[in-house]
């Protein structure tokens, strides 16, 4: 069963982006990373007396019990009417003078328009083309990259949603003098806070009841990240509630694909295939054969994630193709709590990065059933603790998309 879950944060969260370098200070990331929270349900489990041999701590946390995706940034505090965010595409660009959303219902934060660059890149034109220089009346600024997460609050409005952080300094202590210690200053930088996140969790349908009985909502308060004997790292479950409707939020897989095409039509697209743009959610960790970190979504690591679905389940088609990739990557580190040790360092497809797989004409029946099944089940490792969420043409792409 999918939950949504909301927190906000009552303290600093200090969420590392990258393994610590001694010396630099350390960035956090803009969001609560789904290995955190799978981390801080467990501690909060172990804190309410459940001993890590009954059959409910295994059956969660060491048997795929519980899913847990990344909680993203939302504006409206507890109980929004939206209820969460999406990440921007890597393909997102805006006025490197004035940058953000040109329609929004926070006027202290509007921009001069965010456009979006994958259509006109498909169609066979190069973006600078059509994008060459900022939209907005009178301007005349370049384009930047834009990313983060956009909410939709009303149709035909979306808004940025943006955090603010700060630099926590601490120094080490001598144990010998009850002074700072010489040469260990040191500073992380932390979400601030009174910030809200939503997302997902997916809990088997056995241990729900009991699952739900240790997260009660305005009571329940969760240990996240660094700094948690230095005040920093305490949020509250806002609320949590069963979410039966649509994956995110959006409109069918098939729906969207389909109406992604007709802006590809208007542009002059007339080869006899269809284009199938994904999106990361979340990061994506994939290997191939070889146990090797990939940096892009092939068609055989497509092949490779789901070569043991059932036999009635779609395959991947054949004739298919990737024609465009805009992605970025980074190592992803960690610390295993249980065993007391750093964990592995991976290295992840970071969240926004869009990868566009062209199907011929005849085989776009068998293309939709698969990435509709590949939407739904997540691709790559560690998806457990987040990783390898997907979406399918993203309802960005046409949403500011100039006519």
Same mark, same amino acid.
């Not at 501690?43 to 890590?52: D, I, K, W």
């Not at 393909?91 to 006025?95: E, F, G, V």
């Not at 389909?258 to 590809?264: D, I, R, V």
């Given at each position: 069963m999918r939950y949504l879950?909301?927190?906000?944060?009552?303290?600093?969260?200090?969420l590392a982006r990258h393994p610590v370098v001694v010396g630099e200070a350390t960035p956090t990331l803009d969001y609560i990373s789904g290995t955190a929270l799978r981390s801080a349900i467990a501690? %909060?489990?172990?804190? $309410?007396?459940?001993?890590?041999s009954t059959p409910l701590f295994q059956r969660l946390f060491l048997h795929g019990g519980l899913c847990c995706g990344n909680l993203y940034p939302v504006i409206r505090g507890i109980k929004p009417s939206v209820p969460m965010s999406l990440p921007l595409p890597m393909?997102? &660009?805006?006025?490197k003078l004035e940058r953000g959303f040109l329609y929004t219902d926070?006027?202290?934060?509007?921009? @001069?328009?965010?456009?979006?660059?994958? /259509?006109?890149?498909?169609?066979? @034109?190069?973006? %600078? #083309?059509?994008y060459d220089e900022c939209l907005f009346p009178g301007c005349g600024g370049s384009l930047d990259p834009f990313s983060g997460f956009y909410e939709k609050p009303t149709p035909g409005t979306l808004r940025g949603v943006r955090l603010s952080t700060r630099l926590i300094a601490r120094t080490a202590m001598s144990s010998r003098f009850g002074m700072a210690a010489h040469g260990q200053l040191h500073a992380v930088e932390a979400l601030e806070e009174n910030l809200s996140f939503s997302g997902y969790l997916e809990v088997a349908p056995a241990i729900e009841a009991c699952f739900l009985a240790y997260l009660v909502e305005g009571e329940t308060t969760l240990p996240i990240g660094r700094g948690r004997t230095r005040g920093m790292g305490e949020a509250l479950v806002a609320y949590v509630r069963p979410d039966t409707g649509p994956y995110l939020g959006l409109e069918d897989p098939a729906a969207r694909l389909?109406?992604? #095409? %007709?802006?590809?039509t208007e542009k002059g697209w007339n080869r006899q295939e269809r284009l199938i743009p994904i999106t990361m959610y979340t990061d994506v960790i994939v290997m191939d054969d070889y146990m090797r970190y990939s940096t892009a979504v092939e068609p055989e690591v497509l092949r490779y994630y789901t070569r043991y679905w059932p036999e009635d389940?779609?395959?991947?088609? %054949?004739?298919?193709? &990737?024609v465009h990739a805009n992605a970025h990557t980074r190592l992803i580190g960690g610390w295993n709590a249980a065993q007391h040790l750093p964990k592995w360092p991976a290295i992840a497809i970071e969240r926004g990065s869009v990868f566009v797989f062209a199907v011929p004409e005849g085989q776009w029946s068998e293309a939709l059933a698969f990435f509709t099944r590949l939407e739904e089940e997540g691709l790559g490792e560690r998806r457990e603790e987040g990783f390898? $969420? /997907?979406v399918l043409a993203h309802p960005f792409h046409r949403e500011v998309n100039p006519k």
């Open positions: 879950l909301e927190v906000k944060s009552l303290s600093p969260l200090a501690s %909060e489990f172990l804190r $309410q007396g459940v001993n890590p393909t997102a &660009m805006t006025c926070r006027l202290e934060e509007a921009g @001069h328009g965010v456009v979006d660059t994958l /259509i006109a890149t498909l169609s066979g @034109h190069r973006w %600078e #083309q059509e389909e109406a992604f #095409q %007709e802006p590809l389940t779609p395959r991947c088609p %054949e004739g298919l193709e &990737m390898g $969420q /997907i």
